[in-house]
């Protein structure tokens, strides 16, 4: 959404990594470079025995070779998971090769042809990927943006979830029995109000970026004293967060499954500062064009996955400690998108 991916997920988190895919980029580019030598195919095939429900019946993509990728943290490798299935239910033969080691990782195999199909975020594409500074609010028009952008790149991208991982701040329900923070502009005004009050625990990075702390004070008016910014790996956030009284906020991400968890509320970005990062099936329009019958399996699939429901299973990864192939099962087998042979 495992064992080193979930640990991943714990020490960064999913936003994060999609946020610091241009620093990794020339590492992960060199990775590739090495790879490509071998034509990026090692992974595993998918052994599980799995037949149509809902989605698949006919077979379409009998005889297919397909292999599916991911990068690597819990919700994106539960994801990968879930496509790799959906492919082997209808019929295909699918190596699995999710949890690459970053976003630029698995974009690039998606544009190469090195794997066929993953789930990845518009948010990310837009502007690391595309290179735009400024998102685009609305999250179908900027959906629809990358979509023909892409086109160009030789990736197609399918309908999108409205699974949105995105950055919030997250408070205590304890907390915020006593502040009744909904918005970011109820934080602006209680900092405004009570400077002292507004203590915020983040990451080093977000700390710094524009479209991180810096950007949403600007755009929100308010202005944090040092002082009051704590800085600390994601992971420990929300256990502050969560249990001590030196963050009264903390940076979150919109699809984590420890908000839940660990009985926080998030407050809603009511300005649209942050870009919207939703999920959608994206595929190499080769394999795309040879076999259209894909949108076909994976368009059910991205209605069904909301925002709530990838928090409920990254718990089950996370904070659990499940495996996200068994996750990814059990949620298409209990959704009835395939069936256990």
Known sequence: MRTGAGAARTEGGAARRLRTALAAAGGALALLAVASGCGLKSGSPMVDDVVPGSIGTGLPLKGASLTVTSKNFSENIILGQMVGLVFKAAGAEVLDR??????????????????????????????????????????QAQWRAVRDADLAHGVTWLPQSTLDNTYSLGISQANN????????????ALAKKDPSAVTICVENEFASREDGLPGMEKAYGMSIPAGNIQKMDA?????????????????????????????????????????????APVLHSKTYAKYPAIAGLLDPLSAKLTTQVAR??????????????????????????????
């Open 177 to 188: 029995a006593k502040y009744h923070l909904k918005t970011l502009s109820d934080v602006a």
């Open 235 to 279: 992971g420990i956030i929300y256990t502050q967060v969560s249990k001590s009284d030196s963050c009264l906020l903390g940076e979150v991400f919109t699809t984590d499954g420890r908000i839940q968890a660990m009985h926080l509320a998030t407050v809603q970005d009511d300005r649209h500062f942050f870009p919207n990062y939703n999920a």
């Open 312 to 341: 409920e299973l990254n718990a089950k990864v996370d904070v659990d400690g499940e495996d996200p192939h068994d996750v990814a099962l059990a949620w298409l087998v209990r959704e009835g998108f395939i069936k256990k042979g």
């Open 98 to 139: 999710t949890n690459l080691p970053g976003s630029i990782s698995a974009r690039e195999a998606i544009v190469k042809g090195d794997a066929d199909a993953m789930y990845d975020y518009t948010g990310t594409a837009w502007i690391t990927y595309l290179g735009h500074s400024k998102p685009i609010v609305d999250p």
